[in-house]
Nanobody
């Protein structure tokens, strides 16, 4: 059974940093392309902001490029998102999921509960 457990969110001031973690189980993690999605308040859509392929190649949305860094630890079946220079527009619930490297669409069900990141002074 697929399980995705996100953690590390919180309230941070603009310019601050947070590190998100996602513990995964129930599927073959080592070869999965893993990504972080976010859903802003009042928005139905979940945006892929960072992804890392099974062989370790990262990709980022333009809105976070240069500020966010994605990494993975296959031994711990965990994917991380280091977020620096946070902006109020980064406020969202952040989720991890596996993704299709051609479409960016999430491929696992169910989603985890997500972790809320609030950037505000």
């Amino acid at each position: 059974q697929v399980q995705l457990v996100e953690s590390g969110g919180g309230l941070v001031q603009p310019g601050g940093s947070l590190r998100l973690s996602c513990a995964a189980s129930g599927f073959i993690f080592n070869t999965a392309h893993m990504g972080w999605y976010r859903q802003a308040p009042g928005n139905q859509r979940r945006e892929l902001v960072g992804g890392i392929t099974g062989d370790g190649m990262p990709r980022y949305a333009d809105s976070v490029k240069g500020r966010f860094t994605i990494s993975r630890d296959n031994a711990k079946q965990t994917v991380y998102l280091q977020m620096n220079s946070l902006k109020p527009e980064d406020t969202a619930v952040y989720y991890c999921n596996a993704f299709n490297r051609f479409t960016g669409a999430a491929t696992l069900d169910p989603w985890g509960q997500g972790t809320l990141v609030t950037v505000s002074s």
